[in-house]
Structure formats: C-alpha cells, structure tokens
C-alpha cells in the first residue's frame, strides 16, 4: 500500500492579486505526496471558488477516496473515484511523479512528449485603476508579454494606460467572463487599436453561445467555458483557443487528451496556471511545447516559493528540475 499526505498551505502574493470576481492575498493550495518505498510523487492543486471548490472540500474529496487509490493507485482509477477538478489533478500529478522515479526517467519520457525548452511565459497585472495598471505596466515592459486582468467599468482606459506603460509588449487580455453580450461587439472593436493578441472568456459561461454571432477582430479563448476534452466540440466553433490548466481537467492525464483534441479541432492552445508554487506549474511546462501562449507566472506573483522551484530570468521559464516535479 502507497502512503497518501495531505496538506493544507498557504503562500503570500506580492501585494494584492484582482481579477473580475475578486481579489487576494494569499495562494491557498494544498500538497499531497504519495510514498512507494523509497520514492515519493509530489503534487498540488488550488482549490477555485468558481467552480465550487474549497480547500476543506477538496481535502475531503481526496480524503474519500484514500483508502481505495492507496491500496492500488492508478490513473483510470483516478478517472473512475474523482471528477475533473483540483483533487484529481494534486494525485494526478503525485502519480506521475512517482511513476517516473519508480522507471527512473522523466515525466516527459513517459508520456512521450518532446524534451522540454526553455518557454516565454506571460507575466499578469492585476485588476486596479488605469494609475496603477499603468505604473505596473511600465515596470514590467521589459516583458515581451503581459496579461491583463480585466472585467468592468472603465476597462478601455485600463487597457490604454497598460499600452501606454508597455508600448512594445503583446497584451493578452483576461476578462474573467466580466462582460456583456450587448456591449461585446463594440468593446471589441473599440479594443482592436491596441493591439491586442487574445481575449480570454470575455463573456459569462451561460452566454458564450452568442459568441457564434460575433465577428471579433481578435481571437478569442475559452477558459472557465471549458475544463476537459468533453466540452471542445461545442466550444470549437466558438473560440478560436482555448486555456487549458491542470487544475479545470483534473490533472497531466485529461490535459495531454484535452490538448489532442483541440489542436484535432483547430483550436489554438493556451497552458495556463492558477495562483500557485512552481509545484503546480511544472507538470504544465511540460506540456506548453508547441502552445501559442504559456500562462505559467504563478511564482513569480507569489512573496516566496516552495524549494526547489522553478526558475525564471525575466519571463524566461526553464524546465523543472526532476528535483521539483516530473
């Protein structure tokens, strides 16, 4: 029998992360390990409000089942005991990683994925007044791409002030499903002039169907409209890519099937993260090889991170360690 450890963590965010629905303060996650012997896998998840989730919830989604994937851990029991979801993706991810020791090659290997390369990961700004959008924008110019939290009034003045602070970096804009049907066509116009490379989900999950009406002069992406590989085939004549995170497919193994499928239908990818240590990002840098945008900044939004962690120069992500994950 494997030995399963569940813990709760929380880790301190540079100042204050705001997106559309709210903001924090703190990367609440939780950490599990699965010990075989002499090896132990490794995993995290960040339990979302969005969809649901709390950090107690989770902990006892992974709880009621422990025993059972314990005794004989695999991922089509994991399939079979949990929904997509964080606490699938935190024993998902510690599978994998004990996998690989136990064979003694890496994650990437295993599920035959090309050798990794350093990646250009997008760096966020949160959601605040045009001032001080503008003020982190001009500090992270140096970045060749920012993403900005976006979702309200006034959204066309922050969005000026970010262009204005980084004259010479791509902007993906995240609107975190904050606008409206009857306003889109003309934010979307009205965005064009500033060069903007992708919208993320700019309408409510209930309203996306519309999108099918609309003709947008930037690509679109699905992000909370979509988790796994079951809701692309509606989702591909709405969207032109899609984010995909571990944490939405419930771990390595339903991202590598999501991934397939959408580039099968057409759809642009997009690897994207959570808030979180670069334990959850790493199974994800594995898998941005080819993506036309990697969203992998979580630790470099946090006031510390978990040791080993990834590392970064400027928004240079290289590959994990093995030490870390994978």
């Known amino acids: 029998m494997r030995n399963l450890t569940v813990t709760i963590e929380a880790w301190p965010i540079k100042g204050r992360f705001a997106i559309s629905r709210g903001a924090k303060t703190e990367a609440e996650v939780i950490f599990v390990t699965l010990e075989d012997g002499p090896h132990k896998g490794r995993g995290e998840c960040v339990p979302y409000g969005r969809y649901g989730e709390t950090l107690e919830s989770v902990a006892a989604q ?42 003694g090659m890496p994650v990437w290997q295993l599920a035959g994925l090309p050798k990794p390369e350093p990646l250009t990961t997008a760096f966020t700004l949160s959601l605040d007044t045009p001032s001080a959008m503008h003020k982190a924008a001009k500090n992270a110019a140096s970045r060749p791409l920012l993403k900005i939290k976006l979702g309200g009034d006034g959204d066309l003045e922050r969005l000026a002030a970010v262009r204005e602070g980084a004259p010479g970096s791509d902007l993906i804009v995240d609107a975190n499903e ?5 306003n889109l066509e003309r934010l979307l116009s009205e965005i064009a002039p500033y060069r903007v490379a992708l919208i993320e989900q700019p309408l409510p999950v209930g309203d996306d169907a519309c999108l099918a009406s609309v003709k947008s002069p930037i690509p679109l992406c699905a992000d909370e409209s979509c988790h796994t590989s079951a809701d692309l085939v509606r989702l591909a004549s709405l ?21 397939e499928k959408a580039r099968g239908l057409g ?6 993260c959570m808030v979180g240590t670069s334990l959850a990002m790493a199974p994800a840098a594995l898998l941005a090889a080819g993506a036309a945008f990697v969203d992998l900044d979580g ?25 870390l994950w994978g």
């Open 178 to 182: 904050g606008w409206a049907p009857d």
């Open 62 to 103: 992974i709880d009621s089942i422990a025993d059972e994937f314990q005794e004989k851990p695999s991922r089509e029991a994991l399939a079979r005991l949990l929904p997509a979801g964080a606490a699938r993706n935190a024993l998902d991810c510690a599978l994998w990683d004990l996998e690989a020791k136990w064979a």
């Open 239 to 259: 969207y032109d890519a899609v984010n995909i995170k571990l944490d939405k497919t419930g771990g390595f193994t339903e991202a590598l099937h999501t991934i």
């Open 299 to 323: 630790p470099l939004l946090l006031a510390e991170d978990r040791e080993p962690g990834l590392r970064y120069e400027g928004s240079v992500l290289f590959p994990p360690e093995r030490a």
């Open 267 to 272: 759809m642009e990818i997009m690897i994207g």
